[in-house]
């Protein structure tokens, strides 16, 4: 098994920054892509981004592009995303999740792709 606990949730205020991290732990074999979700209240879950277990490629929903930036260091089992430019409508719950990757380029674009999630992490953007 592997357990993801998200970090670095918060309050910021409209144009603000944060980063979130993803820490991995327990029986982590070989390579894991790992996506990041967001869900509003009310809301279905949507993607924000995604990187895959090699850590280079990436990929970002439309409306993160240019503002969100996710990374990885697998030396400490890490994904970090960085929120810049932030906006009320980017107020959610952020989730982590991960899936082996048998090929390094591979990631996932939806939940149902992803065995693995963590609690979640509040991120509040105030207007």
């Known amino acids: 098994q592997v357990q993801l606990v998200e970090s670095g949730g918060g309050l910021v205020q409209a144009g603000g920054s944060l980063r979130l991290s993803c820490a991995a732990s327990?029986?982590?074999?070989?390579?894991?892509?790992v996506g990041w979700f967001r869900q509003a209240p009310g809301k279905e879950r949507e993607f924000v981004a995604a990187i895959s277990g090699s850590g280079g490629t990436t990929y970002y929903a439309d409306s993160m592009k240019g503002r969100f930036t996710i990374s990885r260091d697998n030396a400490q089992n890490t994904v970090h995303l960085q929120m810049n430019s932030l906006q009320p409508e980017d107020t959610a719950v952020y989730y982590c999740?991960?899936?082996?990757?048998?090929?390094?380029?591979?990631?996932?674009?939806?939940?149902?792709?992803?065995?693995?999630w963590g609690q979640g992490t509040q991120v509040t953007v105030s207007s």
């Open positions: 999740a991960a899936v082996r990757s048998y090929v390094g380029s591979y990631y996932g674009l939806t939940p149902s792709e992803y065995d693995y």
């Open positions: 327990g029986r982590i074999y070989g390579s894991y892509a």
